[in-house]
């Protein structure tokens, strides 16, 4: 049978016959959240050969960019640094992830800041991603996917490897590896560093990040014992701002982050216009089999992280540097507890988690105060945000027949959230709230043949504000009030989707596909309005009704034993009904007295930033995987393209405010060594090959001013980079 592993068409699952008794202790831990073979949930497997054989210099969006559904960009315009990832359109703080069955999304923001765990492919291995709302997982409320990571990995005996890698814009990445293997006493070690930098494309897009994990485990008989740690930490340029298009056209790598004028009317750039954050994750879970077919795992977590960013500011009567810092830690307790015979599972779990984050900014000099200033008593604001969460959840599938699968997911969320203390210019941050949430989910598994299944399911999902969307909308609303609008105020409110999956998969012996058809339909979605805060966080507003509606096929096919091919598509329709859409009215250029808002309605728009077409495709060759001899059976040419459609850079459908559809294509060269009882790697990678000039994100803000007639917008985007080049060596034992 043709295995669909692939990174870009079906489920690299395992083996559904595989008898339950075999399931090792060590993998436990992460199944609780993971969809089997026969649950009628949509997603893809990937294993650690997939994760590991990518660019070097991709973050683990980057990675996964050839997943069906999946957009990717990095702000530096390379695969380094701050990289964001959509799947069926739905932003980063839509995404639930979860590593070893513990949430990764920040509490506050919801968003996965994958800068801060950088070459963290290198330490997995494996990853599910599930679209739609899924099974029922920790943390954030998936509002589009999930993200289901896993370190676990225990092998009889011990290994070591080492890669480099080399490429344009003085990019340099480097992985060690090393573990024990399990030994007669059950302990084991692994462990993995990482430290990578660039230049980036950009200007300012610089990047020196790193990222260690230690698993130290004890595994005898019925018990397994796991310390995990993961360190994450980066230094980075701030390229969040993007690009102004003006400046686009006519220089791709410029970067409005610092600049200033000096004295004399120059242009000239802060050299320390940085961001920069250290995170710290530790991990101790206890896994027991009580019987053959009943597990039980309980996980405690601790994550301590701190950083700051510091920006050179410019104004009319001064200049000054400020630096706005953050230091938070977060606590969970997470237990579940597994049943399985051949015919019914059960899964039940609880979680509790406490998030304290401290936000404080300090001006660090300033031109009229001088360099001899004591600045230590010049804190510009102070505020905290606590946020726990306690949540439920009890999963059953049940085989009536050999051919049906009927599987019901329940699941209970409770969240407070206390905001105290001031931001910026003594705006007060205080809120605090309460949310209960009843997130359902049922559907029907049926093999109609033994290498055929259908599938169908319906959950329903909710979603709170996360705290800077409340934030963003406090400052709004004072900014407004002092404008000269009484009427604005703080009122977000929790978003609720229910989500509809149809799918169909086929497994053959040289191929497979499926189709799959989902109507995600939402209630008080939370929607970028296109504007950015200060911090390059998007300002979002509720939209009544909307909804994101496609169809997803793939397929891989291995016509004979040296080409395997496979492909991707998604065609969708992602829609708002009955939308107003605001700008902000001033007097002129000038005074910019604030007059109110114009409304312009749509009956139905376009979602920003959500293309209706997403498509990807890949051919590897071994020219002489049968023929060969040696290594020559290893050699491997590998060509990918991905293609995404229009997007608008807000939503009221725009051509002139959307980013052009764009293909881009890469190609890889790989071929592997046996040398002293270990193989050496060589590989080439040609990324952008066909040198596309492209941008792949975007944001707008606009406004009018009346006495003169005309719209004042601001905007940035986000230039990818033109061909460039990463050769990698490595070795493994």
Not at 242 to 255: A, E, F, Q, S
Not at 356 to 363: A, L, S
Not at 474 to 485: L, P, S
Not at 532 to 554: D, H, M
Request: charged share 20%.
């Amino acid at each position: 049978m043709l295995s669909s592993s692939s990174v870009l068409a079906g489920n690299d699952v395992p083996d559904r016959n595989k008898p339950v008794k075999v399931e090792h202790l060590d993998s436990v831990v992460v199944s609780a959240s993971r969809a089997s073979f026969s649950t009628p949930v949509t997603f893809t497997q990937i294993g650690s050969k997939s994760l590991h054989s990518v660019n070097p210099l991709f973050s683990l969006p980057m990675a996964l960019s050839l997943q069906p559904s999946v957009v990717t960009t990095n702000e530096g315009g390379t695969g380094i640094g701050y990289s964001k990832m959509t799947v069926r359109g739905s932003k980063g703080s839509q995404i639930n992830v979860t590593l070893n069955g513990i949430a990764l999304n920040d509490a506050e923001s919801q968003e996965v800041f994958w800068v801060n765990i950088p070459s963290l492919a290198n330490m997995l291995s494996s990853v599910q991603l599930q679209r739609g709302l899924g099974t029922s997982a920790n943390g954030a409320g998936a509002f589009g996917a999930s993200i289901n990571m896993s370190t676990s990995s225990v092998g009889s005996d011990p290994f070591g490897s080492f890669d480099v890698a080399r490429g344009s814009f003085n990019t340099f990445t480097s992985t060690v590896t090393a573990g024990t293997g399990l030994n007669k006493s059950g302990l084991y070690f692994n462990m993995a560093y990482s430290k990578n930098s660039t230049d980036g494309y950009i200007r300012n897009a610089k990047a020196n990040v790193q990222s260690a994990l230690a698993v130290l485990g004890w595994l005898q008989g019925n018990n397994s014992l796991k310390l995990t740690y993961l360190m994450g930490e980066e230094h980075t340029g701030i390229t969040w701002e993007g690009i102004p298009m003006v400046k686009y056209l006519n220089d791709r790598t410029y970067n409005p982050a610092g600049a200033y004028k000096d004295a004399k009317g120059n242009i000239c750039y802060y050299d320390n216009q940085t961001d920069n954050y250290k995170q710290h994750h530790f991990q101790l879970n206890y896994t027991h089999q009580f019987r053959s077919n009943i597990f039980w795992s309980t996980t405690v977590n601790y994550t301590k992280g701190d950083g700051y960013y510091e920006e050179y500011e410019q104004a009319s009567t001064r200049d000054s540097i400020v630096r706005q810092e953050m230091d938070n830690y977060y606590l969970v307790l997470n237990s579940d507890v597994k049943y399985e015979t051949d015919l019914l599972k059960l899964t039940g779990g609880v979680c509790a988690s406490r998030y304290v984050g401290k936000h404080f900014g300090d001006v660090i000099w300033s031109n009229i105060l001088g360099d001899n200033y004591d600045y230590s008593g010049n804190e510009m604001y102070r505020n905290k945000g606590t946020k726990q969460e306690i949540s439920a959840f009890a999963r059953a599938e049940y085989r009536p027949t050999e051919a049906v699968n009927l599987f019901c997911d329940l699941q209970y969320r409770g969240v407070g959230l206390d905001m105290n203390g001031v931001e910026e210019e003594g705006v007060s941050l205080a809120y605090k709230n309460n949310w209960a949430f009843f997130n359902p989910r049922g559907g029907v598994t049926v093999s109609i043949a033994p290498n055929q299944k259908i599938y169908m399911s319906i959950a329903q999902g909710h979603r709170e504000p996360g705290r800077n969307d409340l934030k963003e909308k406090i400052k709004t609303m004072r900014a407004e009030i002092e404008a000269g609008n009484p009427d604005a105020k703080v009122e977000l409110k929790p978003e609720r989707m229910l989500d509809f999956e149809f799918g169909y998969q086929y497994e053959g012996e040289k191929f497979s596909g499926s189709a799959n058809a989902y109507l995600m339909e939402y209630r008080n979605m939370l929607l970028e309005t296109g504007r950015l805060s200060n911090e390059g966080y998007a300002i979002k507003e509720n939209v009544p009704e909307s909804y994101r509606r496609g169809l997803e096929l793939s397929m891989a096919w291995e016509p004979i034993p040296e080409i395997a091919l496979s492909c991707n598509t998604t065609l969708s329709t992602n829609k708002i009904k009955n939308f107003d859409n605001y700008i902000s009215e001033y007097n002129n250029s000038n005074d910019w007295k604030y007059l109110g808002q114009i409304k312009v309605h749509f009956d139905k728009t376009t979602m920003l930033m959500s293309p209706s077409v997403v498509s990807a495709a890949n051919i590897d060759i071994i020219p002489f995987k049968k023929c060969g001899k040696g290594s020559l059976k290893t050699t491997t040419f590998s060509i990918s393209g991905k293609y995404v459609g229009k997007q608008y850079w807000d939503n009221t459908g725009n051509a002139d405010r959307s980013i052009p559809g764009y293909f881009v294509s890469d190609i890889a060269l790989k071929h592997e060594f046996t040398i002293s009882g270990g193989k050496l790697s060589l590989g080439a990678y040609l990324n952008n090959v066909l040198n596309n000039k492209y941008f792949a994100d975007a944001w707008v803000s606009r406004a009018y001013f009346s006495q003169e007639k005309s719209f004042y917008q601001e905007e940035g985007v986000f230039p990818q980079a033109p061909i460039n080049l990463m050769i990698k060596l490595g070795y493994k034992f």
